[in-house]
């Protein structure tokens, strides 16, 4: 599983609460997504960020320690300002193909438009398609209306492309889900992760029983009898 968080300039919009506090988007996510790992022990997981670039902050692995501490470190503007959503499919894509077929997932998490990167994002989905890579995609933040005296007053900020996000999930044979808030976002990763279930497992242990005693217990015997024969102790 390769899990592709936005860092981009508008994770940083404080318009989530956590612990009854504002905090930024990415703050938010981040918390989310820790929980998200703790569920996930004996799973193989990677972790991306993008921005104007996707980058891979760590490749598929067992270590999701190694994986918390990387989402822990992730700021906005790691990758760059703007969202390049085509161009993180196609790097999970390329991160996702060596392992078996049906274990090959992606969960996106973005809160914008993508507006940078070198793909399309439906041509990537196009490409997660080709390679059995599913994707769900996350679209995350407020709906970009603000309210005056409780009357709804339009935003000149572009809200989420949820009909991109929402293509991109079809074509993949993913789910696409809506967050507007912190408690829905921990909904939808609970969710995912009843969805996608861990394949392996963890490292089985063998019984051990212990039977050095036996051979312990003649080896002291022998050495009495030696020390006790009439020839030794003349």
Known sequence: MMLAMDVSGSMSEPDMVLGSQAVERLTAAKAVLADFLDRRAG?????????????????ITPDLASVRDQLRDSVVGLAGRETAIGDAIALAVKRLRSQPEGQRVLILLTDGVSNAGV????????????????????????????????????SDRDPVDEATLRKIAEM???????????????????????????????PSLRPRNERYAWPLGLALLLGALAW??????R
């Open 228 to 233: 006790l024969w009439p020839e030794r102790r």
């Open 119 to 154: 793909l399309e994002p439906l041509r990537a989905a196009e490409l997660a398609r080709a390679e059995g890579v599913r994707v769900h995609t996350v679209a995350f933040g407020s709906d970009g209306s603000m309210r005056l005296f409780g009357i709804p007053i339009a």
């Open 43 to 59: 799973d193989r997981v990677g972790l991306l960020v993008f921005g104007d670039r996707a980058y891979t902050l760590t490749p």
């Open 172 to 202: 993949t044979g993913g789910r696409f889900f809506r967050a507007r808030d912190t408690d829905e976002l921990a909904g939808i990763y609970a969710e995912l992760d009843q969805l996608e279930p861990i394949a392996a497992k963890g």
